[in-house]
Every structure is written in C-alpha cells, then in structure tokens.
C-alpha cells in the first residue's frame, strides 16, 4: 500500500507542473517590408497574452508546434474531447480577443443643430 500511495503522489506532483513551452520566434522571409509581418506578430502575442494557461498551451501545441489532437491530448494528459472543447474554445476566445482589438473606438456623436444653427 505504500508502494501505491508514493505512485499516486509522484503522478499529482507531475500534474500540478506547468507545461513549458519553448517557442522559436518566426523567421521572415529576407525582401520586402518586414513592418506587416512584425505587427501581425505582435498582434498575434497579444491575443495569446489574454488567454489562460490552458488555452495558450493547445493553441500553441496545435498550430504552431504541428501536433494532432489525440498527441496534444496525450502530450498534456488529459482526455481527447477535453482536449478537442479547449482547442475549440482556445480558437474562440483568441478570435474574440483578436477582434476586440481590431475594433477602433466609436467617437462620440455631434450634437444636432437646429436651423437657426444653435445646438439642441
């Protein structure tokens, strides 16, 4: 039984670990303006920034990494369909995050005028 208790605590301790992830940065073709790709880039980044921990590591193990679903699943120890909804909603919430930045602010509407030129 303690054979079994010190398996079962090694296991918890290996997943209370974050998932470090070494990213290569990007490299950009050597012509042309480099000003578009940098900016796509940063943009990129940003919107990784506001998502959790969880979100940024499927995300990141999917499309930048080039793993398969049922590897990035086994990869972070988690169950298939978990990992799937968290691709899903990872993809969701970079997306949203992605056009709350695009999205300029609305300026404030003129006050309306009267004929006679005298504001309502």
Known sequence: RLT???CLDAIRRRR???IE???????????GDHQHGFAVRDEIERG????SPDQR?????HYFVGLPVPA?????????GTAQSRLGRALAALRAALRAHERPAEP???PARTPEGQTA
């Open 4 to 6: 079994v208790n010190a």
């Open 16 to 18: 209370r670990r974050p």
């Open 21 to 31: 992830i070494r990213i290569e940065p990007l490299i950009l073709p050597a012509e």
């Open 48 to 51: 990784l920034a506001r998502l």
């Open 57 to 61: 590591a499927v995300l990141v193990l």
């Open 72 to 80: 990035l699943a086994d990869t972070l120890g988690i169950p298939l």
């Open 108 to 110: 404030e509407p003129e």
